[in-house]
């Protein structure tokens, strides 16, 4: 609560800087005779507003950081050795009660003494912190302000300065990015690591059976759950590949009318709707696959004497295929209208054909660009979940008979991580490694179709 | 023949541009005497001087027009070309000379908004014929464009394209006869014997524009169509090309669109002046360049304009 005043008081303080730094400079300007400023007021303006900004701001976040640190040491140091010899968990349980109590969140029930006077420095304790936090912010915001008006000279150049945190401010927010990927991708890794700590990492990566369950008693019947992940890579993949099979040569080739022989009224009304396709969600394709294409499915296989599951891999692999339709048109319908007409006059002017310079010419020109949209489109259907769980089953066979019922990593990660779980048990940190798994696998696939894409800008021009 | 509709409206709508501003530029920069001479209505509709046909003809053009949509590009324009000569197309931009070029062996049919009126015969066949196709016309008559556009495959494989789709070639070693040649005939195989399976484009913009023109004799055309072949081209590399254009005059036509006077004058038998869509004035290059006998024409290669 204090921490939102205190921003919002630092933005209109920032706004007030902006006008004095503006005013200030015009005002030097005038009284020095006219000299000529080095940079228009504005710059001037723009760079009190980040003086006041900046510096507080930092600070405000950082103490906002480490209010809560400092706030349980300071409460944890006033209570009684007894209590403050328990174990780590016991303490943090202690004060997660006192915590919540002296936040109003909970009554006194059940708390014992110690815990409402501790409570009740709590109270205090975060009190003058806030109340010294705004007060500090703010004097950090008018000497940063006031700092930066002193400085206004017409020698002052502040439109440099004013580019220069522009660049730190754009280069702050990609790292950002970067962080957060790095921070996601670290948070699964020590995940995966504690589950290789109880499953070894050999099991998992090339073991064949995959029934995740652990022993709440040693003499259960079935307790030795097994984790190899093969079954459900190779269901990943069956599904992925089917999917590409109808995705690749429909996309490939409405792209190829589209952009070569369509009539622009045509192209008008085809590519909305077929962008409409990629803004179903996921869940509505995956009830259609459900309840229209596996039954379907199933139904024709019986006629011509198949035995097929009624879910099945070919059911997600084909609405998958469908849902992926548009990426794949949408992305080379662009390479191929990105390679140049002077090729295609060429060959035109050869003598060749409309066919026979779209396949020897145009296709080759734009194939590392079709691989690469075709490569972003798989990474797509092995990262889908919601058609497979809908379509595909939950059954971890190893096969590769699209027929029978399969399930991917991701599906298994959903079915693992739903509902109550505790999270020291390998059957859920399970999850985590199949996530690590997954993202290496698109990762892969996306470094591979990175590195296409980039051959493909030296091949012409 | 289905096409692609924007790429092709775009190419019409740049002529108009061109058209456009050409009139414009000549409206309002150009001298008063400039001015008058087109609004004189001797200089528009009327015959063209000197003699357009000639006896030994491979190619004829009688009252061609050409319209993109609405506009009218080139308007009654008739014109020979005689056997193993080159023909010099010359004029202000916009004036119709790479259109015309175009209809010679029917690129402007990838337009849809382009309509061409009128006779084209090659070897006294009128190739607008319907039931003639522009497979076989184009093999006998070759294009080099503006910019050097090989293929985005080896210097081979540029070269082999031509004979692979007309199935010139039965087995290997006459692929590799056909490409030798062409690539000797286009003066470039020396430069690149070595590196026949390096990419086309790797090459420099002069070596790029033989390999070009080795693509376009490779399936053994009559007739060469070059629009403006040496526009991207420095100063040695052009002179490479002038001097394989003579060579290759012996067994080929040659239609040359250009915006330089100079070579115009250096390689070409007779001389065509295109203005505002019209054939102002034919004639041998040496009298055109010496004697020129419109106004225009004479305006056109002093310098006056253009």
Known sequence: MQTITAFLVLIAFCVVSFFLGRTRSQLIAKTRGGASLHSLPKHYGYMAAAWAFLPSIAILLVWTGLESSLIYSSVVSGLTPEVRALSTDQLGLYYNQLQSFALNQIDEFGLDEAQIAAAQHYREISASLAYKKIIVVLVAAVAGALLALRRIKPTLRARNHVENMLEWMLFICSFIAVLTTLGIVLSVLFEAVRFFQAVPVTDFLFGLQWSPQMAIRSDQVGAAGSFGFIPLLVGTLLISIVALFIAVPVGLMSAIYLSEYASRRFRAVTKPVLEVLAGVPTVVYGFFAALTVAPFIRRLGESMGLSVASESALAAGLVMGIMIIPFVMSLSDDIINAVPDSLREASLGMGATMSETIRRVVLPAALPGIVGGILLAASRAIGETMIVVMAAGLSAKLTINPLEAVTTITVQIVTLLVGDQEFDSPKTLAAFALGLVLFFVTLLLNIVALYVVRRYREQYE | ?306
Not at chain 2, 86 to 95: E, Q, R, V, W
Not at chain 2, 96 to 113: H, Q
């Open chain 2, 1 to 306: 023949m289905a096409s692609r509709m924007e790429n092709s409206e775009r190419m019409g709508a740049d002529k108009n541009v061109t058209n456009r501003t050409v009139t414009d530029a000549h409206s309002a920069g150009s001298g008063g005497s400039l001015e008058s001479l087109h609004l004189n209505p001797d200089a528009r509709g009327q015959e063209t001087i000197g003699s357009p046909f000639v006896k030994r003809a491979k190619m004829s053009a009688r009252d061609v027009n050409v319209f993109y949509g609405e506009k009218q590009a080139i308007s009654n324009i008739s014109l020979d070309i005689a056997q193993n000569e080159i023909l010099a197309m010359i004029g202000p931009s916009g004036c119709g000379k790479s259109t015309f070029l175009r209809t010679l062996n029917r690129m402007n049919d990838i337009i849809p908004a382009c309509r061409v009126e009128g006779k084209i015969t090659l070897d006294g066949e009128d190739i607008y014929q319907k039931e003639r196709d522009t497979v076989l016309l184009r093999a006998r008559v070759g294009m080099v464009f503006q910019k050097p556009n090989p293929f985005p495959k080896s210097i081979y494989e540029n070269v082999a394209y031509g004979p692979k789709i007309h199935g010139l070639a039965q087995n290997k070693a006459t692929m590799d006869e056909i490409v030798e040649s062409s690539l000797r005939r286009a003066s470039l195989f020396d430069e690149v014997k070595d590196q026949l399976d390096k990419p086309g484009t790797g090459l420099s913009g002069g070596q790029q524009q033989r390999l070009c023109i080795a693509r376009a004799i490779a399936v053994s055309p009559e007739i060469i169509l070059m629009d403006e072949p040496c526009s991207a081209l420095d100063p040695i590399a052009t002179a490479r090309i002038e001097e394989l254009m003579n060579e290759l005059k012996e067994n080929y036509t040659i239609a040359i669109v250009t915006h330089s006077m100079q070579q115009a004058a250096r390689v070409s038998q007779r001389t065509a002046y295109f203005h505002l869509g019209e054939l102002i004035e034919v004639g041998e290059t040496k009298e055109i360049f010496t004697l020129p006998q419109h106004q225009l024409t004479e305006n056109y290669i002093t310098g006056r304009f253009g």
